[in-house]
């Protein structure tokens, strides 16, 4: 999936997919940004819309 296209996903599933990536393949968001070639703000602004910020100690992101 192509996920240099964030604003183009419904929240709640880009969400359920950057947890996944988190999980399986990525050690943070940062190493996610990269990888994927996504913008940073852009990402957080949308997830923060919806109740969720990112939580480095866990490395996914959480309800607020």
Known sequence: M???NAEAI???ILLSILNEKLR???????ELIQTYEMDVSHVI???SVV??????????????
């Open 24 to 30: 399986i393949e990525c050690d943070s968001l940062e």
């Open 45 to 47: 602004d949308k997830l």
């Open 51 to 64: 109740g969720y910020q990112y939580d480095p100690l866990t490395n996914q992101f959480k309800p607020k």
């Open 10 to 12: 419904d929240s709640f």
């Open 2 to 4: 192509d996920l240099s």
